[in-house]
């Protein structure tokens, strides 16, 4: 079953824009969420996190948004660089029940 | 380069054979995570020891198992091959055991064919 659910595969965006990338959960149980960024032949790499008790993270560039009520979240990168083109992961966690879901991924191509 | 290392890169083999992955984590890191993602599918959570012990387990079958010994590094063995485990499997490694909230550090993974 797919608890978290990255509805878009794929994004394109002008370079300088602002890229925003969308993440769906069903169980409310989620506490902790995170976002990861892969770049073909690596690891995922961990971008940014948030914690189910605030409803907005930044981290330069990068901010992450939650709506608990809509049980969404999105990542906003701004402004978007080339170097920014690669899958996106999010991911959702029980912290104290050891589970954590991904979704399926979505591939950011930013343009020059 | 995350610190954690993966061999083989590359894998391929025939049903019904088994296989094992090996995963080194970073320096210092007590927690191996295992995952496994097929073809356009997000993530999914195997396994995950902390310190040499089991701590949680997520999708994985009964044909696959997985040990981590005594100097942290860890093996994930897939026996019974078939088709479908055809996929990309990552290792990841964390400091501690906070599976959620602990930053996960993952591997270039290897790549599993089965034939």
């Known amino acids: 079953d797919q608890q978290v659910k990255q509805n878009s595969p794929s994004l394109s965006v002008q370079e300088g824009r602002i890229s925003i990338l969308n993440c769906d959960y069903t169980?409310?149980?989620?506490?902790?969420f995170l976002w990861y960024k892969k770049y073909p032949a690596e690891g995922p790499t961990f971008l940014i996190s948030?914690?189910?008790?605030?409803d907005k993270n930044e981290d330069g560039r990068f901010t992450v948004f939650l709506n608990k009520s809509a049980k969404h979240l999105s990542l906003h990168i701004v402004p978007s660089q080339p170097g920014d083109s690669a899958v996106y992961f999010c991911?959702?966690?029980?912290?104290?029940?050891?589970?954590?879901?991904f979704g399926a991924g979505t591939r950011l191509t930013v343009k020059p | 380069d995350s610190g954690v290392t993966q061999t083989p890169k590359h894998l391929i083999t025939a049903t019904g054979q088994r296989v094992t992955l090996r995963c080194s984590p970073r320096?210092?890191?007590?927690?191996v995570y295992w995952y496994q993602q097929s073809l356009d599918q997000g993530l999914q959570f195997l396994i995950h020891?902390?310190?040499?012990?089991?701590?949680a387990k997520g999708n994985i079958l009964e044909r696959f198992s997985a040990q981590q010994f005594p100097d942290l590094h860890s093996e994930l063995n897939l026996s019974s091959l078939e088709l479908g485990d055809s996929a990309l499997y990552f290792c990841?490694?964390?400091?501690?055991?906070?599976?959620?909230?602990?930053?996960?550090?993952f591997g270039p993974g290897t790549r599993l064919t089965v034939l």
């Open positions: 990841a490694s964390s400091l501690r055991g906070l599976f959620g909230t602990d930053t996960q550090y």
């Open positions: 169980n409310s149980m989620f506490d902790y």
């Open positions: 948030i914690s189910s008790i605030k």
């Open positions: 991911a959702a966690s029980r912290v104290n029940n050891n589970d954590m879901r």
């Open positions: 320096s210092g890191d007590l927690s």
């Open positions: 020891y902390y310190n040499g012990e089991e701590r």
